[in-house]
């Protein structure tokens, strides 16, 4: 059970609860939290240890649970809380009392150690922590091997320690900074040979003890991984030798057998620069390579979590010889008889054991693809063919099997990657050579039904990588497709729809045929099991086929009429009428209007008679099922319109806005609803775009007066995207201005609620691309208008927003906001722009400078540095000289210390970061800086 601790964590003072609290109290809980009849009591149980695991009290008691050791669950509990403890809130501690909890840590794993693993592992992790946060304790791999090296009972915790310790080096709970890290990580460095020395002696001592051999193991794994042993310390390692005799015996458990195989990979995974490491790489290709014999034990013995494990060892001797396989082929560590193991495994009968071998595959395709060299590909070429071969006997279905795959089945989620797979490789054997072998299958042989779905599966995942006007076998296939009987497997059938679908261009190049396939298709949407394959190859054959689709327009209308009729799902339908907007786009201009008018209608009568509360006669009582598909069919019909003349879907859209109005106000609080009717104003919006003009005044005044009541994000969205087709246009941009402001009081006073940022990312990240738009389109308009300051001051406030979609908005308004001061130099309003930006950096500039560091060091995660620097980059272009103070000033406030005296950035790191922010060469090189420096702080 893990108690829930909320956020038990951060800065500052340590969290109060009411009054004291007891030990008998807290064991109280804890026994609630187990045994307590009712879930409602454990969950309140659950809740008061969340709080009190926060409080100052909770160091104190935990400490007592442990002695008193009345039973597993409360000293699990406490153990946990100790371990939580350390690594959120170690600043509670002052620095003197961090001895006498080391002590006291390890004196309650000495008398623990029997009771629960569990346990001993939470206080493993707890002194692990310790240790790093704890600056005053040197050499502790020393200390503790010291300690208990010798001392046989307590093997089992201190092997714990010293597997976790390695662990925990990189542990995002704990903040001590990139200084700290490496002063850690080099005292574990310097102490790896003992490590080493101390498990190698506990292997001759306790081979016999296969418990206190996986800890061994996991525990050499644990430093492989860390990166810091000295590779030819494993190589002069009696350990190798031990792993790889574990190995190659066939009585050995699976615990300790797949213990071995991961050592071996980590082992694998470490050597892979080769070039320090050669040694090491040849006993290793040595090692697995003689395991060969153990996989066909293991497979004729069907034990297939060995086999498993085999295979995860052979493929990962592929990944780190790649470079050699590739550089030097068949000579020492570039031996081809890697790739021969691999393929052992890809041979297996159990498609489990062959899917571990793709993201080889998928490298040596990528590397050979990018030296593109004829003669290299040769020598491969021999291994894909055997893979292909393997892969298409492995997306057979069972011959048992009835109907068509399920879609969570674990064996579809297999042939979609087979799919992934066979479209990354093809150029190796050649596209037209595999499917004339493919195309022989069919024709020659009387192929089981199984075999040939298998065939059109692998058909599909190819054939648009072939020629088809030089592929004259295509125009079989269809046809021996579409001839299919009705009683063919579904399987087969189902496969043979999808390849159709994939056949587009062959189809629009020859449109005799595209009679008899839409026929085909649109025979199967009446099929429960085929319609959704169907409804989405008919998509495709739209999308590439849209001109010579024209022609059958009435017949998709009729397909569309008749939606709900049919056995597809939502999404299914979107396709279809994604794809006939689609072909309706290619139609003559004067024939848009009609039939863009017919395909609304089926729409908006639904929608009307839900409004109406009429008698629905079984139609889809959810609006939002009509709104997606009018959205889909205004997405979709991008119409080419002359200039000066009037967009043939305007009257349309303007004749069903009221209906869409009134479907938003009666849905109005209902955000799912909201959504969907934005949405879809948006692409209307879009697809008539200046033509949607008589929609701009009804529109904001729906959305201002709903707003005020309901603050759903997506109106600030909508908003948006009305500033961005009309935003340029100065008979709109007053009335668009008022928009904003109407806008900015209800959202604000959201923000303004505690936590209002974390809790409402969405409506920091549209009101923001809403300012933006304003920035882009009609800055002066936007910054001298008497909101803006406020938009200023919340902008400021969300630089440290932690949500990645939000603050990128957040960024991306103040990197346009400065870059509107140094654009379009020519243009008459430039000094105005430039003086209006002048004046609110003059503000708010070294406020911003100090929050986007702040942002950087503390609360923002790495990969979204990217962003600030954007921000950092047109503050240096706008006023280099004033940025250099301002970045100076918010260094120099940054922390020196953190958690128990850690340092974080030294004096001269500090000055070398201002340095390479002040000289990049660009925002991205900034970014790279503002990572590095960052890791200071975490």
């Keep these: 059970v893990i108690v829930g601790v909320g956020g038990a964590g951060g800065g500052g003072e340590g969290h109060r609860m009411e009054g004291e609290v007891s030990l008998d109290s807290v064991y109280q809980a804890v026994q609630a939290l187990y045994h307590h009849p009712d879930p409602q009591g454990k969950e309140r149980a659950s809740a008061w240890l969340g709080e009190f695991q926060k409080s100052m009290f909770s160091w104190q008691i935990s400490d007592q649970l442990l002695r008193l050791q009345r039973d597993i669950e409360s000293c699990y509990f406490a153990a946990q809380t100790m371990k939580m403890k350390i690594q959120y809130s170690f600043y509670e501690l002052p620095p003197e009392m961090h001895s006498s909890l080391r002590d006291s840590l390890l004196t309650h794993l000495e008398s623990l150690k029997d009771l629960s693993q569990a346990i001993v592992t939470q206080l493993a992790l707890a002194v692990a922590d310790l240790a790093i946060q704890m600056t005053s304790w040197k050499s502790c791999v020393q200390t503790l091997i010291e300690k208990y090296g010798n001392d046989e009972s307590a093997l089992p915790f201190l092997l714990e320690i010293l597997t976790v310790l390695p662990e925990e080096v990189h542990s995002r709970s704990l903040r001590i900074g990139t200084n700290r890290r490496t002063e850690v990580i080099e005292d574990l460095a310097y102490h790896a040979s003992m490590v080493i020395g101390l498990l190698t002696a506990y292997m001759e001592r306790c081979s016999h003890d296969e418990k206190l051999v996986i800890k061994v193991f996991r525990c050499l794994m644990s430093w492989i991984n860390l990166g810091i042993l000295h590779t030819d310390h494993i190589a002069n390692s009696q350990l190798l030798v031990a792993l790889f005799q574990i190995l190659r015996h066939s009585q050995t458990s699976s615990n300790l057998h797949e213990v071995a195989s991961d050592c071996v990979c980590a082992a694998l995974y470490a050597v892979e620069g080769?070039?320090?490491?050669?040694r090491l790489a040849l006993q290793l290709q040595e090692g697995v390579t003689a395991l060969e014999e153990a996989y066909h034990t293991a497979v004729a013995c069907e034990d297939m979590d060995k086999a498993l494990n085999y295979c995860r060892i052979f493929t990962e001797l592929a990944e780190t010889l790649l470079e050699m396989v590739i550089r030097s082929p068949g000579q020492g560590l570039g031996d081809l008889k890697t790739l021969n193991l691999i393929l052992n495994c890809v041979g297996h009968e159990q498609y489990e054991v062959a899917e571990i071998t793709f993201n080889f595959w998928y490298r040596l395709a990528e590397t050979l693809h990018k030296m593109k060299d004829p003669s290299v590909n040769q020598i491969f070429r021999p291994y894909f063919q055997r893979?292909?071969?393997?892969?298409?006997f492995h997306s057979q279905m069972d011959p048992d099997h009835e109907g068509v795959l399920d879609e969570t089945d674990d064996f579809f989620e297999f042939r979609l990657r087979v799919s992934d797979l066979l479209k990354d490789i093809i150029f190796l054997i050649g596209a037209s050579e595999f499917f004339s072998r493919l195309y022989s299958t069919l024709k020659d042989g009387s192929p089981a039904w199984e075999e040939t779905e298998a065939v059109l599966?692998?058909?599909?995942?190819?054939v648009k990588n072939l020629n088809?006007?030089?592929?004259?076998k295509l125009g079989d296939v269809v046809q021996a497709v579409i001839s299919l009987p009705d009683n063919?497997?579904?399987a087969v059938q189902h496969s043979g729809v999808q390849l159709l679908g994939e056949m587009g261009e062959y189809i629009n190049n020859n449109v005799q045929c595209l009679d008899l396939v839409l026929n085909f298709l649109?025979?199967?949407l009446k099929q429960k099991e085929l319609a959704n394959a169907a409804a989405n190859s008919i998509q495709n054959v739209c999308a590439m086929c849209s001109d010579a689709m024209t022609q059958h327009i009435e017949g998709l209308l009729q397909v569309a009429s008749s939606l709900d009729a049919l056995p597809i799902s939502h999404d299914s339908s979107i396709g279809l009428l994604r794809g006939i907007s689609l072909v309706l786009a290619r139609m003559p201009s004067d024939k848009i209007g009609e039939t863009f008018q017919r395909l609304c209608s089926m729409q908006v009568m639904a929608l009307k008679k839900l409004l109406t509360s009429e008698q629905t006669n079984g139609i889809t009582a959810d609006p939002a099922v009509w709104l997606d598909r009018l959205a889909a069919i205004f997405r979709h019909t991008n119409a080419t319109v002359g200039e000066g003349r009037p967009h043939p879907c305007q009257k349309v859209i303007q004749e069903i806005w009221p209906v869409i109005s009134e479907t938003l106000y009666r849905h109005q609080a209902d955000n799912r609803m909201a959504e969907r009717c934005c949405r879809c104003l948006r692409f209307a919006i879009r697809c008539v775009g200046k033509g949607s003009a008589m929609l701009i005044q009804p529109l904001v005044s729906q959305m201002v007066s709903v707003y005020q009541s309901h603050q759903h994000s997506c109106f600030l969205y909508?908003?948006?995207?009305?500033?961005?087709?009309?935003?340029?246009?100065?008979?709109?941009?007053?009335?668009?201005?008022?928009?904003?402001?109407?806008f900015c009081g209800p959202?604000?006073?959201l923000l303004e609620e505690p936590r209002g940022f974390q809790n409402h990312p969405d409506t920091v990240d549209d009101l923001f691309r809403l300012a933006t738009r304003f920035i882009q389109r009609s800055p002066i308009v936007l910054i001298q208008s008497p909101v803006m300051s406020l938009i200023i001051q919340c902008a400021l406030a969300a630089t440290t927003l932690n949500h990645r979609d939000a603050n990128s908005s957040v960024m991306k308004f103040l990197q346009d906001l400065v870059h509107v001061a140094t654009v379009n130099k020519h243009k008459e309003d430039f000094e105005l722009r430039k003086n209006l930006v002048h004046g609110f950096l003059g503000e708010s500039g070294a406020l911003l400078v100090a929050q986007l560091v702040q942002a950087c060091c503390f609360y923002l995660v790495p990969s979204m540095l990217g962003n600030v620097a954007d921000v950092m980059w047109e503050l240096r272009i706008f006023d280099r000289k004033t940025f250099c103070r301002w970045l100076e000033e918010a260094l120099k406030a940054l922390p020196k210390e953190l958690t128990a005296g850690a340092i974080t950035a030294t004096e001269k790191q500090v000055t070398e970061f201002h340095k390479q922010v002040m000289f990049a060469e660009d925002a991205t090189m900034i970014g790279w800086s503002l990572m590095e420096f960052s890791g200071f702080y975490r």
Excluded: N, W
């Excluded at 893979?387 to 298409?392: G, P």
């Excluded at 599966?457 to 190819?462: C, E, G, N, P, S």
């Design 457 to 462: 599966f692998i058909m599909t995942a190819l």
């Design 488 to 490: 063919t497997h579904l």
């Design 718 to 742: 909508l908003g948006s995207i009305l500033v961005d087709e009309y935003g340029s246009e100065e008979s709109c941009t007053q009335g668009l201005l008022e928009m904003m402001q109407a």
């Design 468 to 472: 088809p006007e030089k592929e004259q």
């Design 387 to 392: 893979l292909t071969q393997s892969l298409t």
């Design 522 to 524: 649109t025979q199967r």
């Design 274 to 278: 080769l070039q320090e490491s050669l």
């Design 747 to 749: 959202t604000f006073q």
